[in-house]
């Protein structure tokens, strides 16, 4: 388990020269975050919306919880990754106002709806937006979040050409969908007890996580810093490839966490009924007698500590953790190739192989 002084880090796990790397992109992060979403809405958008005098209802139905997880400190993977691409295209990062807020408030709204979905208790070391508002602000506030992110990238201050514009909204757009589709597939498997292939799993998580995680701070930050149309696939692909590593690394952590401060209770996964590639490479790899335990498991909130703690023995020893771990390294591998190809200093290229490194091994939460 961590000390103390590990607890204090950005990122428990990282090197010392990524944790220094990071900590300086987050003095251009921070203020923006917080900022992302305002406490109470300007009275000119009320007005302009005729809800001039519903400000103090609005305050509470939707403003405390849209900002409850940006309140919270979190890593900040996703803007500092703009942040990086911006500067390693030569483009300072204070020059596109209110675009990294709105990158971390999208991540809080999606995962805010996400916590919603998987019922979730907790998140960033604190009760799960629904915990504390409900459920209908939750979802309210989830929506009025995403949508209020979209005006960073329709502000004219941010001075970039027409298509570059239309290409950062257009592919929100398209990966909204995506997210939707792939959450509504698991959502299907959850509820329907009906298990999804290996590869239909992995499938889905390519829909679900490609913004979250995180070929959309690649892209916006490749948009924005001027990187031509031909090497925009570059920069999606790395993310893309490193948000899969990302995501199974965090289903593992999910079973066998390595920090003391993992935001989410123990093996919810299981007792929410939701299949991971590890879960479903256990349920292949296991002898039989332990397959059908792992089966029953599933979805059993009420399961003993005693019959869990078996349950995530049994995933162990499967040889599962190998399986899941072999995956990462073919998405980390794919992430780091196009890392390497993309058009950046080699300052920024360094920093972002390294931070691939910590997202797909070595992040303790």
Not at 45 to 53: E, I, S
Not at 82 to 93: E, I
Not at 248 to 258: I, K, S, V, Y
């Amino acid at each position: 388990m961590k000390n103390s002084a590990d607890r204090k880090r950005l990122l428990p796990g990282a090197s010392p020269k990524l944790e220094a790397d990071c900590r300086r992109l987050m003095s251009l992060v921070h203020e923006e975050v917080l900022a992302a979403f305002p406490a109470v809405f300007p009275a000119p958008v009320l007005r302009n919306w005729r809800l001039a005098g519903q400000r103090g209802l609005l305050a509470a139905g939707v403003n405390a919880p849209a900002r409850l997880y940006v309140e919270r400190p979190g890593k900040c993977l996703r803007p500092i990754i703009t942040a990086a691409v911006l500067q390693g295209l030569g483009r300072d990062p204070r020059g596109c106002p209110g675009v990294l807020g709105a990158i971390e408030l999208m991540e809080a709204a999606t995962v805010s709806f996400d916590d919603l979905i998987d019922g979730s208790d907790t998140r960033r070391g604190g009760p799960a937006t629904h915990k504390v508002y409900g459920e209908t602000k939750a979802y309210l506030a989830y929506q009025a979040a995403y949508n209020w992110a979209y005006r960073a990238f329709l502000a004219p201050e941010l001075k970039i050409e027409d298509w570059r514009r239309l290409e950062i909204l257009a592919s929100l757009s398209r990966e909204i969908f995506a997210y939707g589709y792939g959450q509504a597939s698991e959502l299907f498997w959850t509820a329907a007890r009906r298990r999804p292939t290996a590869g239909q799993y992995l499938d889905m998580s390519w829909d679900r996580i490609r913004f979250l995680s995180f070929n959309g701070p690649f892209r916006i930050g490749a948009l924005l810093g001027g990187a031509s149309r031909k090497d925009l696939p570059l920069f999606e692909e790395a993310g893309s490839w490193l948000g899969m590593a990302y995501h199974l690394h965090g289903d593992e952590l999910n079973l066998f966490p390595r920090s003391a401060d993992w935001g989410k209770p123990l093996a919810d996964d299981i007792t929410a009924g939701r299949y991971t590639y590890l879960y479903l490479k256990a349920l292949e790899l296991a002898p039989p007698a332990g397959r059908r335990e792992l089966a029953k498991a599933l979805g059993d909130a009420g399961i003993s500590a005693e019959r869990l703690k078996n349950v995530i023995d049994i995933v162990r020893t499967s040889g599962a953790l190998r399986e899941n771990r072999r995956m990462i390294g073919v998405f980390y591998a794919r992430a780091q190739k196009n890392i390497a190809a993309l058009p950046l200093a080699g300052e920024q290229k360094r920093f972002l192989s390294g931070l691939a490194r910590y997202m797909a091994y070595d992040r303790k939460k």
